[in-house]
């Protein structure tokens, strides 16, 4: 993800930063869970072991949503960007962008298992279902490197284009990925190994975050400054919700029909209830300035942000430091 853009956006929203909360969705900031010192991107809920997963620069850390207890400095890496459970919970798959390749971990011990070389700076991962493959971002690259999580090995690549972000599937062989430097969604034939129609966005700048709405068919991507809801198959926007600056992901809860986007600048949590082409922000929870990306436990309703405090920036320019000791998790819920 883009640590410089969301840099120079949270340094002009710190001071400003509301603490106000529409009332309406009853969601509010329920625990923080306190974890080591580090920057983070991508965090998953891996159900089969119930726990929180988030990427943290050179590391993973884990929560456990029974006891909270932390476990840091897991599958140690360079630039590490999405632990991504998989095979039915016994392995967790990182993407390693700094050795543009994928490390396969056995989750109960995080002993390695296997490395599988992708494009270049491998970024988001997303299960597709039906063929039985993960599909891998390659920002930098441009490509989708496709992975047998499986065999541990590297079965095609699917050229793109441009800056990838995150992907999303529909569970019967359809995927589509976010294209940030070029404010548009790709879709991806898997089985045919190649790309597919390109989708124009009309009124987002920046697509980091993508959910797939499947009672509607419809796509919801998260932009800087909006949540944008796609239909899937023309790929026409239907709808747009003015959400908050900086957002890096979204995450979509199917039994409510709610969207929640992280405006990290502004420590707001965006609430949007999603119908057939409609998008209405029903609340703004306060969170914390930074937490930024996003993940939703199924089982629950709940989600969960990474975010730490920061200090001013330096006089001579250059990225805000963190305050040691004040990296956490927040779970948000009812």
């Known amino acids: 993800m883009h640590a410089s853009r969301f840099a120079a956006t949270l340094a002009a929203s710190l001071i400003c930063a509301s603490a106000a909360s529409a009332a309406g969705s009853g969601y509010h900031v329920i625990d923080r869970v306190s974890g080591p010192d580090g920057g983070w991107d991508y965090i998953r809920v891996d159900e089969a072991n119930n726990r ?26 360079a630039i590490l960007h999405d632990p991504l459970p ?44 039906k063929s039985g493959l993960v599909l891998v971002m390659d920002h930098r690259g441009g490509d989708v490197t496709l992975v047998d999580p499986k065999a541990h090995k590297a079965v095609g690549a699917i050229p ?9 599937v529909d569970g019967a062989g359809h995927a589509w990925v976010n294209v940030e430097n070029k404010n548009e969604i790709v879709a991806i034939d898997v089985a045919g190994r190649k790309a597919g129609a390109h989708y124009a966005l009309a009124g987002c700048d920046g ?28 790929g ?6 003015a959400t908050g600056k900086g957002a890096d992901g979204v995450a979509f809860d199917p039994k409510q029909k709610l969207a929640f986007t992280p405006a990290g600048p502004e420590g707001q949590l965006y609430v949007v209830a999603i119908g057939k082409g409609k998008a209405a922000i029903v609340d703004k929870v306060a969170t914390q300035p930074s937490a930024r990306t996003i993940a ?37 819920g009812k």
Request: proline share 7%; glycine share 14%; charged share 20%.
């Open 160 to 168: 793109v284009g441009g800056d990838l972000e995150a992907a999303a």
């Open 296 to 332: 939703i436990d199924p089982r629950s309703g709940r989600v969960y942000l990474p975010a730490a405090e920061y200090g001013p920036r330096p006089a001579g320019g250059g990225r805000a430091p963190m305050v040691p000791g004040s990296f956490k998790i927040l779970v948000v």
């Open 207 to 234: 697509p980091t975050g993508l959910a797939y709405d499947a009672p509607d068919k419809q796509l919801i991507a998260a932009c800087d400054g909006a949540t944008v809801v796609v239909d899937a198959a023309s």
């Open 236 to 241: 026409k926007v239907v709808a747009t919700a």
């Open 52 to 77: 929180v997963l988030a990427a943290h620069g050179g590391s993973v850390v884990a929560v456990d949503l029974a006891s909270k207890a932390v476990t840091g400095d897991l599958a140690k890496g």
């Open 86 to 129: 998989v095979n039915g919970g016994a392995e967790v798959m990182v993407t390693n962008g700094g050795t543009a390749e994928v490390v396969f971990y056995n989750a109960k011990t995080w002993a390695e298992v296997a490395r599988v070389k992708t494009g270049v700076g491998p970024d988001a991962a997303v299960f597709e279902p």
